[in-house]
């Protein structure tokens, strides 16, 4: 299986203030379309996970733009450029190269 | 607007079948992939097996001996069944949609989980 790694696991915010959560996986996640299958996802407390990104950078629909998904092969980063009050939440990566698809271990953003 | 409900019981015994449901409304569940995916109390997602068009499955290999995933066209629902479960299995269990997104000038796609269900607590225990 593909092992995710994210940093920080904990990342207090200021609003306002950019934020950014870095995800590594244990193998290329380039696919042989030469697209990186690396999804964000957003759990707001008490709600289930929703789509930010996929496909390493492409926005999901409704998504806010101050949402942007960078990254491939193995190194890839979700940044917030001005975070919100409402985008308290764990944050996971997830790789859909291969099966299993699997997860990070998810990145709590608080403000601070 | 798509929605999904996972239903089943809150309470399964140690050893015995875990049965879920997830009932879809705002979508012909024959068009596209469903998942099913858990998360333990406190901790991370595990996705635990998709279905497509009820001839395709694919299942986590850390769970395939015990589960079973299938569709019922008729009521345009799926359903998870895992057996022999343990408290291990403890979790909020999921049902999401994979969407179906067309790559730009290629033939090819992504298939992102674009809609999930509440998900539902289920506790095993004696």
């Known amino acids: 299986d593909i092992v995710m790694t994210q940093s920080p696991l904990s990342l207090p915010v200021t609003p306002g203030e950019p934020a950014s959560i870095s995800c590594r996986s244990s193998q290329s996640l380039v696919h042989s379309n030469g697209y990186n299958y690396l999804e964000w996802y957003l759990q707001k407390p008490g709600q289930s996970p929703q789509l930010l990104i996929h496909l390493a950078s492409e926005r999901a629909s409704g998504v806010p733009d101050r949402f942007s998904g960078s990254g491939s092969g193995t190194d890839f980063t979700l940044k917030i450029s001005r975070v919100e009050a409402e985008d308290v939440g764990l944050y996971y990566c997830?790789?859909?190269?291969?099966?299993?698809?699997?997860f990070g271990q998810g990145t709590r953003v608080e403000i601070k | 607007q798509v929605q999904l409900q996972e239903s089943g019981p809150g309470l399964v015994r140690p050893s015995e079948t875990l049965s879920l449901t997830c009932a879809v409304s705002?979508?012909?569940?024959?068009?596209?992939?469903w998942s099913w995916i858990r998360q333990p109390p406190g901790k991370g997602l595990e996705w635990i097996a998709y279905?497509?068009?009820?001839?395709?499955?694919n299942y986590n290999p850390s769970l395939k001996s015990r589960v079973t995933i299938l569709m019922d066209t008729s009521k345009n629902q799926f359903s998870l069944k895992l057996n022999s479960v343990t408290a291990a299995d403890t979790a909020v269990y999921y049902c999401?949609?994979?969407?179906?997104?067309?790559?730009?000038?290629?033939?090819?796609?992504?298939?992102?989980?674009?809609?999930w269900g509440q998900g539902t607590t289920v506790t095993v225990s004696s």
């Open positions: 999401a949609r994979h969407f179906k997104y067309s790559i730009t000038g290629t033939t090819h796609f992504s298939y992102p989980m674009d809609v």
């Open positions: 279905i497509y068009n009820s001839a395709t499955t």
């Open positions: 997830m790789q859909d190269v291969q099966t299993p698809r699997t």
């Open positions: 705002g979508a012909s569940i024959s068009t596209y992939y």
